[in-house]
């Protein structure tokens, strides 16, 4: 029997703020423990909350990104749980009037992994519908140390933004692709960083089997908290299987709450009492009610730049690309606006493209969102190709060390010497030797095997150690061996 | 006459043509304290030392400056304990100054302590505090009132000039009734509630406990205003009530008696006060009708649905993992939850706490927390109808005087109607002042209420203020004895 997938997703985006949602502590990762708090975010008897205006705009501004209808009145409510890395053992979350409601995230090629960009379902271009975004406020973090625990509250309080999305992703790809588009276009907006590795995007993903055909879905399982896009595949991946599996031997699949061991590649159930709660909401009686029309979707909408689509289809018309040059420096913001300000110095622009794409990506490691170094190298070393005083090879030994050294591709000809000889006088007294050198080669030559050429040429770029212009070397050397007659 | 007979105003007087001393002043207040506490009580903690250091350098030309005030247990001072008259915050020092604090600081006055209160605020009597009891200045063998108990016998017993109390449904005008003061719960959102440890944040304000309307007006004038760390108040301008006392005139004035708050069940001698102190307002010229407020007799319900759904959320931190007193023996985190919140508790308290978790329970949230929310507006519309036809209702702050101790403690529904006039000003969000306007035949104070609509508190003060001028109103010293 063929099985398919259905699987929803929670996303937690922390929000680029300065500030807490409710308090004015900076927000800083890494920080000394506890150093980033205040009576507000450890909930101190008498603290009260006071909404981060910036928080609200940001949340709007997502919600105008993805399409979704924003609420005329926000409200926050209360959610009790007992957890000791909460401060209050309740959070300021939105219950039944979240910011956002509806929207959707158009998946594209580029954003399945590499491995499954050329599959039929990568090409679908299918959209997955959101269900809601809300805002809500982080909790601290536990440690746990042999006999004792400790906890750090400088995360309690962040602002987290949720995505929720309906079921309409059908496969572990589709799942990655998700996350990799909605994380483009909240980089876009400048929302998030969404640094996974400091937790900034965390996801809950519910799935279930059933098989293709039925109507009736079947029982669907959480995995809680996975904390990088290829870990949510790989997790489903291997939750989709263990249910088929299931369902396969004639067992039933029972609800569960689980979590993803990353080296084990398996999923495991939780404790259910951790999760199996009456979270009681209510409207938290502190919080007066977000009115969101007028300032808060102005501002929200000053905010919204060129999203990724356009920028693609502009990229592309503007510059000459292809599809897959726009799409690919498009995918991240800070690239595509580094490559424009490149571009606007070199009169090869396709060129400066390729560079970023074949060689300079290569060498940047995937974590780093930030270029290291300044656009007018890559223009720079661009011009030295074409006006022939850089060959290929050597221009793609250049992006590395522009990027390891950052240094100009001008200082890095200079130090290493790099330059091509252009010079004739120079490689006419070369190439002269070389054809004094090579007797049998230029025999053979002139004997009609013209391929000869090469090995004359090849001591005249063995002699220069590579320097000399290939392509007016093999003009002298031509000119030279018909001279001899 | 004793310096600790004063009144703010009087003082202030003194102060500025220093004719007196801040700490000659703050020595006096010490020494009747040392005098009337062991009998009454009302302290639950005072700081001698820090009084007196700022009495030395306090600016007297400022609104307040060198006048000693006394605060509820639940309003945080920097270095101070915040107990809430609880066994749960144990050894608890507050880091910080609640926002009224600040102001206080700014307009010169100086802390002395803090008052005794229900534990958390929970309570028409004081007896539910993990300090122990105080006592009624009127009649040492009956409460106080409360939850600002400490405050209110405090003040009575000129062991305080002044005294900060908060209100939920009632507790800054029903002890003020039961010891003879003046009480005022603000407009919801008139006063910062930051630095109040919250009972129900929806209700909840911070107000004065006074010896006169002159005083309560001086002090809510420095207390209120808009504050950007309570997102509930409200950016409405402060009048200057202390200099609008006199500026009210009862010509064309028509004051509203609601039907509902003169029912069966009302002690007599707290009636006959109260009608007679209505014939008073009338005699001076204001025009008196009687009045409806239908939904009166649902308020006590609604209030108990409200308070302690938001309670059983508000006091849900205190769990013993940051601060407060920790259980020493449990098994596990579950455990250790509930025994430190079962040792650090009182009855009462959890007993809102369970109420509260039940009426917010998934499948009882409708019948109860929705509905109580839908009757609040009820209860709000009432008096914005009443409020079209007069300017302000009288009525008993309390249907009955100080009851013995010992005498409600055991009956929790019988406690709970001890608030049953006060209650519907705070979950309509108007003001209520509390004035004492006669005495029992046991000598015990009664108190009329003054209720007037959102943000016109000076319109009860001056009425209150009036009520006490044409009376010759000068506060009593009580017996301090078993009756
Ligand atoms: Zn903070």
């Keep these: 029997m063929e099985y398919e997938a259905i699987i929803g997703l929670e996303v937690h985006v922390q929000l680029k703020t300065q500030t807490k949602l409710f308090c004015g502590c900076p927000i800083e990762y890494g920080a000394l423990p506890n150093s980033r708090v205040c009576p507000i975010c450890l909930g101190l008897p008498g603290a009260l909350p006071s909404p981060n205006k910036q928080a609200i705009i940001l949340t709007i501004q997502t919600g105008l990104m993805l399409g979704s209808e924003i609420a005329p009145r926000g409200k926050f409510d209360r959610k009790n749980y007992f957890y000791p890395d909460m401060p209050k053992n309740y959070q300021i979350s939105q219950y039944d009037q979240p910011l956002c409601k509806g929207g959707a995230v158009q998946l594209y090629p580029l954003a399945f992994p590499k491995d499954a960009q050329k599959d039929p379902q990568a090409q679908s271009r299918k959209k997955i519908r959101l269900v809601r975004i809300h805002l809500e406020e982080d909790v601290g973090k536990s440690f746990h140390f042999g006999d004792y625990s400790g906890i750090d509250f400088n995360r309690a309080g962040t602002p987290l933004m949720e995505i929720v999305s309906e079921a309409d992703i059908r496969s572990p790809e589709e799942a990655f692709a998700y996350l990799t588009a909605l994380r483009q276009i909240l980089r876009y907006g400048n929302v998030s960083d969404c640094d996974m590795e400091k937790g900034q995007l965390r996801c809950d993903v519910n799935v279930s089997v059933k098989p293709i055909g039925e109507e009736k879905w079947g029982t669907k399982c959480e995995i809680k908290n996975l904390n990088s896009i290829s870990a949510v595949r790989k997790a489903l991946k291997y939750e989709i299987q263990r249910q088929i599996h299931i369902l396969e031997l004639g067992g039933e699949i029972s609800q569960e709450t689980l979590r993803w061991d990353d080296l084990k590649g398996q999923t495991f159930p939780m404790r259910t009492k951790e999760y199996a709660h009456d979270y009681r909401y209510f409207p938290d009686p502190d919080l007066l009610t977000i009115l969101t029309e007028g300032e808060l979707i102005e501002e929200a909408q000053k905010r919204i730049p060129e999203l990724p689509e356009e920028k693609k289809q502009r990229l592309s018309q503007h510059y000459g690309l292809t599809e897959y040059q726009a799409s690919v420096l498009a995918s991240d913001p800070q690239l595509a606006d580094f490559f424009e300000k490149a571009a606007a110095q070199s009169a090869n622009k396709v060129s400066v493209a390729n560079f970023l794409i074949n060689d300079y990506l290569a060498v940047a490691s995937e974590s780093e969102t930030a270029i290291p170094i300044p656009p007018e190298y890559f223009s720079e070393l661009s011009n030295l190709v074409d006006q022939g005083k850089l060959h290929m090879k050597q221009a793609k030994e250049i992006v590395k060390l522009m990027v390891t050294e950052k240094k100009s591709p001008t200082l890095i000809v200079q130090e290493k010497g790099l330059a091509q000889i252009t010079s004739l006088d120079t490689l006419d007294a070369i190439c002269k030797e070389a054809i004094e050198a090579n007797p049998k080669s230029v025999a053979d030559y002139r004997s009609g095997k013209t391929a000869a050429i090469n090995a004359i040429k090849g001591y005249v770029m063995k002699k220069t150690k590579g320097q000399a212009n290939p392509k007016i070397v093999h003009e002298l050397l031509e000119k030279k061996l018909h001279e001899l007659g | ?483």
């Design chain 2, 1 to 483: 006459m004793n310096l600790f007979e004063y009144t703010i105003s009087e003082l202030r007087r003194l102060l500025v043509r220093k004719e007196l001393s801040p700490t000659e002043l703050t020595e006096a207040l010490f020494s009747r304290i040392a005098e009337v506490e062991p009998k009454i009580n009302a302290y639950n903690y005072i700081n001698h030392e820090r009084a007196i250091e700022r009495a030395k350098t306090v600016n007297v030309d400022l609104p307040l400056g060198g006048i000693p005030i006394a605060i509820k247990d639940n309003i945080n001072v920097r270095a101070e304990p915040c107990r809430c008259a609880s066994k749960i915050l144990e050894g608890y020092l507050s880091p910080y100054n609640a926002t009224v604090i600040e102001k206080l600081i700014k307009a010169g006055a100086i802390l002395v302590g803090r008052t005794n209160m229900d534990e958390f605020a929970m309570g028409s009597s004081t007896e539910n505090s993990a300090t122990g009891l105080t006592k009624n200045p009127w009649d040492l063998q009956r409460v106080p009132g409360g939850s600002s108990g400490g405050s209110a016998a405090a003040v009575a017993s000129h062991e305080a000039f002044c005294a900060l109390g908060s209100d939920t449904g009632g507790s800054i005008r029903q002890p003020a009734s039961f010891c003879g003061c003046v009480g005022l719960k603000p407009t919801y959102g008139r006063v910062s509630r930051y630095g109040l440890t919250a009972f129900a944040s929806s209700l909840d304000q911070i107000g004065p406990l006074t010896k006169t309307v002159e005083d309560a007006a001086l002090l809510l004038e420095v207390i209120s205003g808009f504050d950007p760390n309570d997102n509930t108040s409200e950016k409405m301008p402060v009048p200057r009530f202390s200099e609008l006392l006199e500026t009210l005139s009862l010509k064309n004035m028509v004051l509203g008696v609601p039907k509902e708050y003169f029912i069966e069940g009302i002690d007599g001698e707290v009636r006959e006060a109260i009608n007679k102190a209505i014939a008073h307002f009338e005699s001076l010229g204001a025009k008196i009708e009687e009045v409806s407020l239908p939904h009166t007799p649902y308020a006590v319900a609604t209030y108990y649905i409200l308070a302690t759904a938001e309670a059983s959320a508000n006091l849900a931190r205190f769990d013993g993992i940051r601060y407060g007193r920790r259980s020493k023996h449990y098994e596990d985190l579950l455990d250790y939850y509930g025994k430190t919140r079962d040792e650090g508790f009182g009855s009462e308290v959890k007993r809102r706490i369970l109420l509260g978790t039940y009426v917010l329970s998934s499948g009882y949230y409708d019948a109860y927390y929705l509905r109580a929310l839908k009757v609040k507006e009820k209860i709000k519309q009432d008096f914005s109808s009443v409020f079209k036809k007069c300017q302000a209702l009288l009525t008993p702050t309390s249907p009955f005087c100080a009851f013995r101790i010992g005498e409600k403690s055991n009956d929790p529904l019988q406690m709970y109607l001890a608030d049953i006039f006060t209650i519907a000003v705070n979950l309509a969000g108007i003001c209520g002042l509390s004035i004492p306007c006669g005495q029992s035949t046991e000598g015990l104070p009664i108190g009329l209420q003054i209720i007037g609509p959102a943000w016109k508190e000076e319109v009860i003060l001056a009425l209150g203020h009036l009520y006490q001028k044409s009376t010759g109103w000068k506060p009593p010293i009580p017996p301090l004895e078993k009756t």
